[in-house]
């Protein structure tokens, strides 16, 4: 088993920054694929972006050139650096690990971006 806590969410105005972190305990995750996804109200979860134990990553289309993510296995621990942030990043912030059929999450972080 694998648990998860993000932390590092928050309140933020339009333009700012927040560090997300997500802590994995019960097993090294370093050889799982990490992602962060978002919940909006009203919305689907979709996935944010993603990182391979290998370190490829991937985005969506959105958050291209303004979110950063990055695991650092000694630490067991996955990061989503946002910069350039915009109302329409508020959302629930949940981590994910995934390795063959396990799917493991986090309780999430809230991540509010005033106008």
């Known amino acids: 088993q694998v648990q998860l806590v993000e932390s590092g969410g928050g309140l933020v105005q339009a333009g700012g920054s927040l560090r997300l972190s997500c802590a994995a305990s019960g097993r090294t995750v370093s050889n799982y694929v990490m992602g962060w996804f978002r919940q909006a109200p009203g919305k689907q979860r979709e996935a944010v972006a993603t990182?391979?134990?290998?370190?490829?990553?991937n985005y969506v289309d959105s958050v291209k050139g303004r979110f950063t993510i990055s695991r650092d296995n000694a630490k067991n621990t996955l990061y989503l650096q946002m910069n350039s942030l915009k109302p329409e990043d508020t959302a629930v912030y949940y981590c994910k690990a995934t390795r063959l059929w396990n799917n493991y999450w986090g309780q999430g972080t809230q991540v509010t971006v005033s106008s």
């Open positions: 990182i391979t134990s290998g370190g490829t990553t």
